[in-house]
């Protein structure tokens, strides 16, 4: 794949003309497929490529984009609420391609592998594994290390309390629950660390598809606790990545 820099030295030295190098950068930054515009930029902007919501489109589609991200080269690449379909598809254009059955999301990795710091993902119950993993999945693949601590409800809190010395070690918590989404704010009135909560759609009637426990979690009194939409563990997934990166920074050195 031709470079910026590239194309301004073929540029400075005669072989194209500046609207033909325009043509090529603007091809850099965004690649019009006609049902898609990829953001090839996301990664210089953001430091991670453009992530890829399969739901709703169709299985080509996302293949499709997955597989040009992919030919970057630049970035690890990540479709989320993918079907096995999809994956099919793709693995013929990029035999490398990972499918992961429990979240529903395709991983193609590529450039250097990194494991920084630490987050953990909390799971009130095993029904919540799916968006749990979503978001372990998430971090990991941006580059953080996780941890996972499954089955840690408030109906057994036993079970959470046995764990308190190894959530505290981690420097991002995300903790996913449904049903009434009482866990967020136990964990974090135990620990001093950024708590991110996920409230899932599991639950009977009165649950209301993750209404009440995203409620009850945007509610909770307890400071330094923040809350992304229902079963969104892609997004808390990509803010501890952000946070645990800041805090990389912070201790000068990064982790290997």
């Known amino acids: 794949m031709t470079s910026t820099r590239e194309i301004l030295e073929q540029v400075q030295s005669g072989r194209l003309s500046v609207d033909e190098a325009l043509d ?21 902007r ?33 479709g989320t609420r993918a079907d096995e379909e999809t994956f099919e ?13 429990v979240p529903r999301a395709i991983v193609v990795r590529r450039g250097t592998e990194r494991h920084i710091g630490s987050v953990i993902v909390l799971a009130a119950g095993t029904s919540d594994l799916r968006v749990a993993e979503e978001a372990a999945l998430t971090a990991s693949v941006m580059g953080s290390r996780v941890d996972r601590v499954y089955d840690v409800g408030v109906a057994g809190l036993h079970r959470l309390l046995r764990e308190l010395d190894r959530i505290r070690k981690a420097r991002v918590v995300i903790v996913v629950a449904g049903m009434e989404g009482a866990l967020m704010s136990v964990v974090a009135g135990l620990i001093d660390k950024p708590v991110i909560g996920v409230p899932t759609s599991v639950g009977y009637g009165a ?37 645990n990166e800041l805090g990389e920074g912070a201790h000068g050195h990064r982790e290997d």
């Open 24 to 44: 090529q950068i603007r091809g850099l930054t965004v690649e019009d497929l006609g049902y898609a515009r990829i953001d090839h930029d996301r990664v210089r």
């Open 46 to 78: 953001r430091g991670f490529a453009e992530v890829v919501y399969c739901e709703g489109k169709t299985p080509e589609q996302s293949a499709e984009i997955l597989a040009r991200l992919a030919a970057r080269g630049e970035s690890n690449v990540l």
């Open 89 to 101: 598809i793709l693995r013929r254009k990029v035999p490398d391609a990972e499918y992961h059955p």
């Open 207 to 243: 649950q209301l598809h993750g209404l009440t426990p995203m409620l009850g979690m945007l509610t909770s009194c307890v400071p330094g606790s923040s809350v992304v939409n229902i079963d969104n563990g892609f997004g808390a997934g990509y803010l501890a990545h952000m946070i």
